[in-house]
């Protein structure tokens, strides 16, 4: 067996560099953050051939007594933490004292600095273990960090980085991206001499946020309702993309806790929940969350990159953000049909007679009566039924400008929010007069017997008939008179990811599947009817899947098509 002995301080220091400093990137963000927690009003950041040749950082933040310069630079020596029990409320971005360290442990690291009481400043340079002692030099109040030669002790390290233009990139992307927490900060971005960007500090969030997500992006985030975590011990701020606009992954979905940028998936469950029926599967919304909580509920020392956090009571978080996201969603959706169906005021030319079901329908009734709720529950303001369109869409107005209707998608809307109702109120099913049996394969007869119970509580009862054999026995009541496709229901359960909650997806299905279907002729009243229900629904513009209900046409876009403007 080896003998078990210590490891020399360069080796020690080039390990845990190595857990800390992977690249350019690496080395910008700790100074970046020491240089905010420094109370800097302006960070300046000069790099040369993307960060690999020379990385430089200017800040006019409290800046580093002489007596402590050369300290600065040596492992676990930090001014955040004076004992073990600081680590349970650090209210800073840094803590450990090695951020310093592990840079100088790759790379030459010259620092210059000056305190706002000293006439003039002090530099130091550090490399590996060594570290010369602090020198007068000429500087304004700050510090300025200049790092050069990056992994020369480590070249095989080198080896591994991109172009210079991918890890200019990474650092442009990285920076920008923090810039959102601190809008009260000026940031400037130089790159071979030249200047990139600059982002002046500003009172108006939108202004940081078109950075990050681009001008047109960021004019479509929805800010947060700040009233929509009441429960929440803390505060929650942020920007969430409106239902439609989407990304194909989970990249923007930015989260800042304490002011800490995070690359972990702490709260993509809380997104995937927030947006349940808002977004369509397979699309990811995006944003940026900013949560302010008590420091000795969050532990950041769980990460050697700082990346990521734990939180005490993290049910409880993701529980308020959660809640956050879906009421603002609802009430910009509310928000949104107003304006499609211009609900503040029909216009004075136009006049809506109601419209009741005609009971001479037996059609109508069956199919819509129940589902869609009491004839006598009409919209304050009702869209007039122009015609349809395709057998798909309804075509209806009010008066001022066109709207077309997704017939299947705003049917499903309705019957899934009847669906939800009659779940929690665990109201009786419809028995069938003739039971429907139904002959599965292996795959649907196993994803059937996984939700037997939520289908109940939604209102559909099987029963087992044999092998691979059921009967169904009870629809959803008022979806007598409509064939259920069983194996289409199993199959896009099948098929769906499990992000979503089991009940919703299984009651966004069951709806799917019990309602009007594209290329169905539909009478006149139905469509009324149904265009009328769509307007008390919770969020009346996307059915449970995330497609939207309706389009509507305004005057201005309708004179483009002709010319007009």
Same mark, same amino acid.
């Given at each position: 067996?080896?003998?078990?002995?210590?490891?020399?301080?360069?080796?020690?220091?080039?390990?845990?560099?190595?857990?800390?400093?992977?690249?350019?990137?690496?080395?910008?963000?700790?100074?970046?953050?020491?240089?905010?927690?420094?109370?800097?009003?302006?960070?300046?950041?000069?790099?040369?051939?993307?960060?690999?040749?020379?990385?430089?950082?200017?800040?006019?933040?409290? !800046?580093? *007594?002489? +007596?402590? @310069?050369?300290?600065?630079?040596? $492992?676990? /020596?930090?001014?955040? &933490?004076?004992?073990?029990?600081?680590?349970?409320?650090?209210?800073?971005?840094?803590?450990?004292?090695?951020?310093?360290?592990?840079?100088?442990?790759?790379?030459?690291?010259?620092?210059?600095?000056?305190?706002?009481?000293?006439?003039?400043?002090?530099?130091?340079?550090?490399?590996?273990?060594?570290?010369?002692?602090?020198?007068?030099?000429?500087?304004?109040?700050?510090?300025?960090?200049?790092?050069?030669?990056?992994?020369?002790?480590?070249?095989?390290?080198?080896?591994?980085?991109?172009?210079?233009?991918?890890?200019?990139?990474?650092?442009?992307?990285?920076?920008?991206?923090?810039?959102?927490?601190?809008?009260?900060?000026?940031?400037?971005?130089?790159?071979?001499?030249?200047?990139?960007?600059?982002?002046?500090?500003? !009172?108006? *969030?939108? +202004?940081? @946020?078109?950075?990050?997500?681009? $001008?047109? /992006?960021?004019?479509? &985030?929805?800010?947060?309702?700040?009233?929509?975590?009441?429960?929440?011990?803390?505060?929650?701020?942020?920007?969430?993309?409106?239902?439609?606009?989407?990304?194909?992954?989970?990249?923007?979905?930015?989260?800042?806790?304490?002011?800490?940028?995070?690359?972990?998936?702490?709260?993509?469950?809380?997104?995937?929940?927030?947006?349940?029926?808002?977004?369509?599967?397979?699309?990811?919304?995006?944003?940026?969350?900013?949560?302010?909580?008590?420091?000795?509920?969050?532990?950041?020392?769980?990460?050697?990159?700082?990346?990521?956090?734990?939180?005490?009571?993290?049910?409880?978080?993701?529980?308020?953000?959660?809640?956050?996201?879906?009421?603002?969603?609802?009430?910009?959706?509310?928000?949104?049909?107003?304006?499609?169906?211009?609900?503040?005021?029909?216009?004075?030319?136009?006049?809506?007679?109601?419209?009741?079901?005609?009971?001479? &329908?037996?059609?109508?009734?069956?199919?819509?009566?129940?589902?869609?709720?009491?004839?006598?529950?009409?919209?304050?303001?009702?869209?007039?039924?122009?015609?349809?369109?395709?057998?798909?869409?309804?075509?209806?107005?009010?008066?001022?400008?066109?709207?077309?209707?997704?017939?299947?998608?705003?049917?499903?809307?309705?019957?899934?929010?009847?669906?939800?109702?009659?779940?929690?109120?665990?109201?009786?099913?419809?028995?069938?007069?003739?039971?429907?049996?139904?002959?599965?394969?292996?795959?649907?007869?196993?994803?059937?017997?996984?939700?037997?119970?939520?289908?109940?509580?939604?209102?559909?009862?099987?029963?087992?008939?044999?092998?691979?054999?059921?009967?169904?026995?009870?629809?959803?009541?008022?979806?007598?008179?409509?064939?259920?496709?069983?194996?289409?229901?199993?199959?896009?359960?099948?098929?769906?990811?499990?992000?979503?909650?089991?009940?919703?997806?299984?009651?966004?299905?069951?709806?799917?599947?019990?309602?009007?279907?594209?290329?169905?002729?539909?009478?006149?009243?139905?469509?009324?009817?149904?265009?009328?229900?769509?307007?008390?629904?919770?969020?009346?513009?996307?059915?449970?899947?995330?497609?939207?209900?309706?389009?509507?046409?305004?005057?201005?876009?309708?004179?483009?098509?002709?010319?007009?403007?």
């Amino acid at each position: 067996m080896p003998s078990i002995f210590l490891l020399d301080p360069v080796t020690v220091g080039q390990i845990a560099a190595g857990e800390i400093i992977e690249r350019p990137q690496s080395v910008v963000k700790e100074l970046v953050e020491n240089a905010v927690d420094a109370g800097a009003s302006r960070v300046t950041v000069v790099l040369e051939r993307g960060g690999t040749e020379r990385i430089e950082v200017i800040d006019d933040g409290a !800046g580093i *007594a002489p +007596e402590d @310069l050369s300290l600065a630079v040596r $492992r676990h /020596a930090t001014s955040k &933490l004076r004992a073990a029990e600081d680590l349970e409320s650090i209210g800073t971005l840094g803590f450990r004292g090695e951020g310093l360290a592990s840079i100088a442990a790759v790379a030459r690291l010259e620092v210059i600095s000056r305190t706002p009481d000293a006439q003039i400043g002090s530099r130091v340079i550090a490399h590996a273990e060594d570290a010369s002692r602090p020198e007068p030099a000429a500087a304004p109040v700050g510090t300025r960090m200049l790092v050069t030669d990056l992994f020369a002790n480590v070249p095989v390290r080198r080896e591994y980085l991109k172009s210079p233009s991918a890890e200019f990139t990474r650092i442009s992307s990285w920076l920008s991206t923090f810039a959102l927490a601190y809008p009260h900060v000026t940031f400037v971005l130089r790159h071979d001499g030249k200047d990139v960007w600059t982002l002046p500090s500003t !009172g108006d *969030a939108r +202004e940081r @946020l078109a950075m990050v997500f681009g $001008r047109d /992006a960021a004019a479509t &985030l929805v800010e947060l309702d700040p009233d929509a975590a009441p429960t929440l011990d803390g505060r929650l701020r942020g920007f969430i993309s409106a239902p439609g606009s989407d990304r194909g992954d989970r990249r923007m979905q930015l989260l800042f806790v304490n002011g800490r940028l995070l690359r972990s998936t702490l709260l993509a469950g809380a997104w995937t929940a927030g947006y349940a029926t808002f977004a369509m599967i397979g699309r990811h919304p995006y944003g940026v969350l900013f949560l302010d909580l008590p420091p000795e509920h969050v532990d950041p020392n769980v990460h050697p990159t700082k990346s990521d956090v734990r939180l005490r009571f993290g049910t409880q978080v993701f529980d308020a953000v959660r809640r956050a996201i879906g009421t603002t969603l609802r009430e910009h959706a509310a928000a949104r049909f107003r304006d499609a169906t211009a609900a503040t005021g029909a216009p004075a030319s136009v006049s809506f007679a109601p419209s009741a079901i005609d009971a001479s &329908l037996p059609h109508v009734q069956s199919l819509f009566e129940t589902t869609l709720g009491a004839p006598e529950d009409v919209p304050a303001h009702r869209l007039r039924v122009l015609a349809q369109l395709h057998r798909t869409f309804i075509l209806a107005s009010d008066g001022d400008a066109l709207l077309l209707v997704d017939q299947h998608a705003a049917h499903e809307r309705i019957a899934y929010e009847t669906i939800v109702g009659r779940a929690q109120g665990r109201a009786p099913s419809e028995p069938l007069l003739v039971p429907l049996v139904v002959e599965l394969d292996a795959a649907q007869s196993a994803a059937l017997e996984r939700t037997r119970e939520l289908l109940v509580e939604g209102g559909l009862e099987i029963e087992p008939f044999g092998e691979r054999t059921y009967r169904i026995a009870a629809t959803p009541a008022g979806y007598g008179a409509r064939p259920f496709d069983l194996a289409g229901f199993l199959d896009d359960l099948t098929e769906e990811p499990k992000a979503r909650d089991v009940r919703e997806r299984i009651w966004a299905s069951l709806a799917c599947h019990s309602v009007t279907v594209a290329g169905e002729r539909l009478e006149s009243d139905e469509m009324t009817t149904l265009v009328d229900r769509l307007q008390l629904c919770a969020n009346p513009m996307h059915c449970p899947h995330g497609r939207p209900t309706m389009v509507r046409l305004n005057p201005d876009d309708i004179a483009k098509m002709f010319k007009r403007i």
